[in-house]
């Protein structure tokens, strides 16, 4: 039976009946962003020169295994998918190549998802735009069609990428070659911003440079949307398909940026902490891509200090190896951005990314809100149904919001990390230290109530979407590594340890995020099932030595038990409203004795249905209901909940 379509209204999902759906979902999966035939996991060497060959027919899983993967992800109890696509899966061959047996295989993928309950919103995934940058996302051609030699990145400096940094015959995880969870530096790099400017703002700072006859903002735009509309001509007539991701996690490039200065430390130019890494001025950038030897800070955590401080200053490209191609110039200089003389760099308008005519540029407004305009347009004129899954710049926090002429019928679909535990691998609890901003936080409620506040702020930027009607908050990532403290809860497994002890971190910390987006009535897709995810540490999710998939292969001894191969399961494995008939009040679950409280206002008699996890509950739970009955659905793990009488519904359920 095919899902029901889903609309918005205000900040709730609702069906064709008028009942309100809360979306609990994940990502599917990690593995996606890189190639299935060659293997793409990036603890495999590659040169990336197979680029235009390989395939993404089995990403997240072949067909023949996703019974099995669909039929878990129901019973833990997901009723969302936020399925993982990327640019160059659809066009990596060529210009308008698509591969068609990717559509077919990605189609099918969705069609059979509608059988196990799941809403599916197909996410366009990026990370620090592509594999030859250290990521994944766009293909390899697009920096021939601009004039860049991605074959000479890494030796001038311009990505910082495992293929190229890793010592593969040394094997494990190696803090000194390519450092924990150091992928997301590269936007700061010059392959990565010089491919996001034009990107999104080649019209406004280089309007001159022409790509195959067309200016190149144009030109790149209009072959990302063209893979959207190849994937979604093919899933224009499902259901459950209720929309698409602008682009996940985009760069803002060098938008926004004097030419000059380097983020040492919070200043009048940028109040925010440092982060690790290099500390990249745009002259920086500029210099490294065209053959200069530049010297550039390193900042990294000083926990002692419980600060992020400079390490050491970095001679990048001492080769001087220019990732330019013969006859090639970068079109920042032919406009006059900076100039080359005497083999030094100079800034010739230290303004040229910060303002245009005397006004100051804002990467929300100028350049995001007209991208999200061209993919509601291209995606609608297919399906008018669609809704259209918005996200800005993680790393520029919400800056000023979402624009103002973001399209209607837009979701928040944001992001969210505890950027500690991402960052480090480390969820130190009950006393919580942030070395980016030096606060300690101690205590479960003092860490849930930290969590609140922060998704509730995100939750909150939804209110101007839709004509100021507001909009519906699905946090499209969130989730913990599983790798913590140095893989601990691996190594008691390989000991033999199939107790829930090693894996206690975990699950309190997710149990603290479920609770905040609990209180906030928040709808999510956790971070992420990955079904070739192995427990290494050089492997993980099988990129970039992540390693947050709710899954691994290596956990699964019993193929008769559904079960087998989660990680953490009590800590998002809960009881939540799926399906309610009027507007949800309050939702409470308290895992430690399985006590789950959910408040409704009730429109009518319709019915309310209630995910109850067996989980939670092996010995079985009683029910109290206030103004209303609620029969038992044992086979789906469901409460279904009728009012009586009464325009407000309380429902709570207690472990036996």
């Given at each position: 039976m095919a899902?029901?379509?889903?609309?918005?209204?205000?900040?709730?999902?609702?069906?064709?009946?008028?009942?309100?759906?809360?979306?609990?979902g994940v990502n599917l999966g990690g593995d996606c962003k890189v190639p299935y035939t060659p293997n793409g996991h990036t603890n495999i060497p590659t040169d990336f020169s197979d680029h235009r060959t390989v395939s993404f027919v089995g990403r997240p899983f072949p067909l023949a295994e996703a019974e099995?993967?669909?039929?878990?992800?129901?019973?833990?109890?997901?009723?969302?998918?936020?399925l993982l696509t990327t640019w160059e899966a659809v066009e990596h061959e060529a210009p308008y190549r698509y591969d068609e047996a990717y559509l077919d295989y990605f189609a099918e993928l969705c069609r059979m998802a509608d059988g196990y309950g799941m809403y599916v919103f197909i996410d366009f995934h990026q990370d620090v735009w592509s594999r030859m940058t250290g990521g994944d996302g766009a293909p390899g051609w697009l920096f021939d069609a601009?004039?860049?030699?991605?074959?000479?990145?890494?030796?001038?400096?311009?990505?910082?990428?495992?293929?190229?940094?890793?010592?593969?015959?040394?094997?494990?995880?190696?803090?000194?070659?390519?450092?924990?969870?150091?992928?997301?530096?590269?936007?700061?790099?010059?392959?990565?911003?010089?491919?996001?400017?034009l990107f999104f703002a080649g019209n406004t700072f280089c309007p001159d440079f022409l790509v195959q006859g067309r200016p190149a903002q144009d030109f790149l735009q209009e072959h990302y949307l063209g893979a959207m509309e190849a994937i979604a001509t093919r899933v224009k007539d499902l259901p459950n398909v209720i929309g698409f991701d602008s682009l996940n996690e985009p760069g803002s490039g060098y938008v926004g940026l004097p030419m000059s200065y380097r983020h040492t430390g919070p200043s009048e130019q940028n109040p925010f902490p440092a982060r690790p890494g290099l500390a990249w001025s745009v002259l920086d950038g500029f210099a490294a891509a065209q053959g200069l030897a530049r010297e550039i800070p390193e900042m990294g955590i000083d926990w002692d200090q419980r600060a992020v401080v400079k390490k050491r200053d970095v001679l990048v490209n001492a080769e001087g190896v220019s990732i330019w191609k013969d006859g090639a110039k970068c079109p920042f200089e032919r406009a006059g951005a900076y100039r080359l003389a005497g083999g030094e760099i100079e800034a010739l308008d230290e303004k040229f990314f910060l303002e245009r005519n005397g006004r100051r540029l804002e990467m929300e407004k100028d350049f995001m809100g007209p991208f999200f305009a061209r993919v509601a347009e291209r995606m609608r004129a297919?399906?008018?149904?669609?809704?259209?899954?918005?996200?800005?710049?993680?790393?520029?926090?919400?800056?000023?919001?979402?624009?103002?002429?973001?399209?209607?019928?837009?979701?928040?679909?944001?992001?969210?990390?505890?950027?500690?535990?991402?960052?480090?691998?480390?969820?130190?609890?009950?006393?919580?230290?942030?070395?980016?901003?030096?606060?300690?936080?101690?205590?479960?409620?003092?860490?849930?109530a930290?969590?609140?506040?922060?998704?509730?702020?995100?939750?909150?930027?939804?209110?101007?979407?839709?004509?100021?009607?507001?909009?519906?908050?699905?946090?499209g990532e969130f989730g913990i590594p599983y790798d913590l403290d140095e893989a601990a809860a691996y190594k008691a497994w390989d000991a033999g340890d199939r107790s829930e002890g090693p894996w206690e971190k975990h699950v309190i910390a997710l149990d603290l995020m479920y609770n905040a987006l609990d209180q906030l009535l928040m709808n999510s897709t956790q971070w992420n099932y990955t079904a070739s995810n192995r427990n290494d540490q050089a492997v993980g999710d099988g990129w970039?030595?992540?390693?947050?998939?709710?899954?691994?292969?290596?956990?699964?001894?019993?193929?008769?038990?559904?079960?087998?191969?989660?990680?953490?399961?009590?800590?998002?494995?809960?009881?939540?409203?799926?399906?309610?008939?009027?507007?949800?009040?309050?939702?409470?679950?308290?895992?430690?004795?399985?006590?789950?409280?959910?408040?409704?206002?009730?429109?009518?008699?319709?019915?309310?249905?209630?995910?109850?996890?067996?989980?939670?509950?092996?010995?079985?739970?009683?029910?109290?209901?206030?103004?209303?009955?609620?029969?038992?659905?044992e086979q789906n793990q469901s409460l279904r909940v009728h009012a009586v009488g009464s325009e407000k519904v309380a429902v709570m359920v207690t472990r036996r």
């Open positions: 899902l029901p379509r889903l609309e918005i209204d205000g900040e709730w999902f609702r069906d064709t009946d008028g009942r309100r759906h809360i979306l609990r099995e993967h669909f039929r878990r992800l129901e019973a833990w109890g997901f009723n969302c998918l936020r601009v004039g860049l030699d991605f074959t000479k990145f890494h030796a001038a400096g311009a990505t910082h990428v495992m293929q190229y940094k890793y010592d593969f015959a040394r094997g494990g995880r190696q803090e000194d070659n390519y450092p924990t969870m150091t992928w997301s530096q590269n936007y700061k790099y010059p392959a990565n911003a010089i491919m996001w400017t297919i399906n008018k149904d669609w809704l259209l899954f918005a996200e800005l710049d993680p790393g520029a926090g919400l800056g000023h919001g979402f624009p103002p002429d973001t399209p209607e019928r837009t979701v928040n679909a944001s992001h969210w990390y505890d950027i500690v535990t991402l960052s480090t691998k480390r969820f130190d609890f009950p006393v919580k230290v942030n070395p980016y901003t030096g606060r300690t936080l101690e205590g479960a409620d003092a860490i849930e930290s969590y609140t506040r922060q998704l509730g702020r995100l939750k909150d930027a939804s209110k101007t979407l839709n004509s100021g009607t507001g909009a519906p908050a699905l946090l970039n030595q992540e390693d947050l998939s709710i899954y691994s292969i290596d956990q699964r001894t019993d193929p008769s038990d559904i079960n087998s191969g989660g990680r953490g399961l009590k800590g998002f494995v809960r009881p939540y409203a799926r399906i309610v008939a009027g507007r949800p009040l309050k939702m409470k679950f308290k895992r430690e004795t399985g006590t789950f409280r959910f408040v409704y206002e009730a429109d009518g008699a319709g019915e309310t249905e209630i995910f109850i996890p067996n989980l939670q509950y092996p010995n079985g739970f009683d029910v109290e209901v206030e103004g209303g009955e609620a029969s038992r659905d």
